[in-house]
């Protein structure tokens, strides 16, 4: 009797492993951005494509060292900005969202910026990146999910 439990708690036991480590082969940012860094490219979504400034303003964002993901999305009058910080760095961040606005307000001071550190609107931010390399995805709905993500960060602080 003995025996058998221990043969049925083995294959118990070697089932729930083999189904742990399956996956579906679908490896998407926004799944593993809270495991690891998702390095998002920056998005233009304005028809007027000036991807150099928004590679810029990733540039300048993530050169900080308390950062270590940075994502930028670029709309026709806004830009959103959503970072995430190093652990050891969690209590100054009010000085380092202060410090980002510093620079990007002197350095792109025609820009609108929305600079948030809160990870919900870093990964909408991810989202609405992986969402425009699609195709059939329209610049207006890119543009309308970027307002109301701005406006959710807005909401939060």
């Keep these: ?9 083995l294959c118990c036991f070697v089932f729930f492993i083999a189904s742990g480590c399956s996956s579906t082969g679908k490896s998407s940012d ?4 809270i495991i690891k860094t998702a390095n998002p ?3 233009t ?7 150099d400034k928004v590679e810029s303003i990733k540039h300048d964002v993530s050169s900080l060292p308390e950062l270590y993901d940075v994502a930028v999305v670029k709309g026709k009058k806004n830009t959103l900005v959503a970072y995430k910080v190093k652990h050891l760095y969690r ?7 202060s410090n980002i606005n510093k620079m990007l307000e002197k350095k792109y001071s025609k820009e609108n910026f929305t600079v948030s550190s809160d990870y919900k609107i870093f990964l909408e931010a991810v989202r609405l990146n992986e969402k425009t390399k699609d195709k059939n995805y329209s610049k207006k709905k890119a543009e309308s999910r970027l307002q109301e993500i701005i406006k ?3 909401e939060m602080t």
């Design 152 to 154: 959710m960060a807005n």
């Design 91 to 97: 209590f100054k961040m009010k000085k380092i969202e």
């Design 30 to 33: 926004t799944k593993l951005a």
């Design 1 to 9: 009797m003995r025996r058998k439990t221990g043969f049925l708690v």
């Design 41 to 43: 490219s920056p998005v």
């Design 45 to 51: 979504i304005s028809q007027k494509k000036k991807t």
